[in-house]
């Protein structure tokens, strides 16, 4: 039996079936695109719902994993099987033969330039998610000076336009979160986010949502935005419809961010071709038993794990990446 194994990625879901599989003794190369393993969650500050510091997450999971030999700044070029041994060839010509393959690439943030009408890229006030949580991290202070912030849900998911049908899951839980923070940093602050429902589906989430108004007063208003620009004082000026009472809105913000949604990893029809697989309608990569098995794909020895198949919490893909071990460990020992 071949005991070693590649994971392609090293994000959340691709550490954390490095760590089980490690501790079911196999050995694990994984092969990272970037200079770093971490994935998004090394850019993000506090987790929802209760605040958990994202570095120390992360730094969890690296100390766990750190008996894998990684590749960073490679890719998987080719993949061929032989003699049920998969033979990978890696961009720096390195040949690797394992038993099974894992998929943990994940997913790449919603681009809000591609929506126009919110003026990302065009105005400097106008932010994403990301650009939040990076000077939450980093400390940067001009955000937070903004005494009226908007946050405007479901940008680039749930849209058709842009062939994003899906939800993106976590945008709306945090929004929440992070206008609470931003509250933190400037009670003085006016916070309204507009939204066109709110999903806080998730255990904690819904006490966030009160916290929120209850005692952070932020305003949560059912609009869809059609458009954002800038008045003659460099303010923002956002038009929407309040869809509760079907009357069109004006409000005038300092600081507009947009929650820029999950969208499939642009390298998952690479990768489909090179391993056999499918991707759905949304682009991510398909599974062959979505109902009895989230890791299992037509391919036999090739599992996927984590937000490379959609949309998911951090706690979501650490647990399929551990059944995704699981999965290799029953298809090695058949
Ligand atoms: C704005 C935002 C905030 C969030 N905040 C939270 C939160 O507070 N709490 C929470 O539970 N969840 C949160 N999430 C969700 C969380 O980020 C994901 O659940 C998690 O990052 C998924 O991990 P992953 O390993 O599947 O993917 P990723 O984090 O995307 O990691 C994928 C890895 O694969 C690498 N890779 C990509 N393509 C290739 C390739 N072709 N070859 C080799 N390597 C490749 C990437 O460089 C990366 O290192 C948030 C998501 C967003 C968008
Ligand atoms: S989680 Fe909320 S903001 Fe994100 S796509 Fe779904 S409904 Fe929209």
């Known amino acids: 039996m071949n005991r070693e194994i590649l994971i392609i990625g090293g994000g959340p879901a691709g550490l954390e079936c490095a760590n089980s599989l490690i501790s079911l003794g196999y050995k694990v190369f994984i092969v990272e ?29 690296l100390q766990q994993s750190n008996k894998a030999l990684f590749f960073y700044e490679t890719e998987v070029k080719s993949i061929k099987k032989s003699d049920g041994v998969f033979i990978a060839t890696l ?15 994940g997913f790449s943030l919603f681009p809000a330039a591609k929506k126009e009408e919110y003026g990302y890229g065009i105005y400097n006030g106008v932010i994403t998610n990301a650009d939040l949580e990076d000077a939450f991290k980093t400390g ?7 005494n009226r912030v908007g946050f405007v849900h479901c940008v680039g998911s749930r849209d058709e336009k842009v062939c994003n049908r899906h939800c993106s899951k976590v ?15 400037n009670p003085e602050a006016e916070v309204y986010c507009f939204y066109m429902d709110l999903r806080m589906f998730g255990r904690g989430y819904e006490d966030l949502y009160l916290k929120a108004q209850n005692k952070y007063g932020i305003r949560f208003i059912r609009g869809r935005v059609s458009e954002v620009a800038e008045d003659v004082d460099g303010c923002l000026v956002l038009k929407a419809e309040d869809t509760l009472t079907s009357r069109p809105l004006k409000v005038t913000l300092d600081l507009l961010v947009l929650m820029s949604g999950i969208s499939k990893n642009p390298d998952n029809d690479e990768i489909a071709l090179m391993l056999g697989i499918d ?30 198949t ?5 706690p979501e893909t650490l647990n399929e990446a551990r059944a995704a071990a699981l ?8």
Request: hydrophobic share 35%; proline share 4%.
């Open 279 to 308: 991707t759905d309608e949304d682009g991510f990569l398909s599974l062959c038993e979505p109902n009895l098995n989230n890791n299992k794909t037509q391919v036999e020895g090739v599992f996927l794990t984590g937000s490379v």
């Open 33 to 61: 695109k970037s200079a770093e393993p971490g994935g998004h969650l090394r850019k993000w500050d506090r987790l929802f719902p209760y605040g958990a510091s994202a570095s120390e997450t992360l730094e969890k999971l």
């Open 310 to 314: 959609g949309p998911k919490t951090l």
């Open 327 to 334: 999965a290799v460990h029953k298809y090695l020992s058949r």
């Open 140 to 146: 940067k202070k001009e955000f937070f000076k903004a």
């Open 91 to 105: 961009s720096d010509e390195t040949q690797l033969h394992v038993g099974s393959i894992v998929v943990a690439t």
């Open 171 to 185: 945008c709306c839980v945090t929004a929440v979160k992070q206008a609470c923070e931003f509250k933190d940093l």
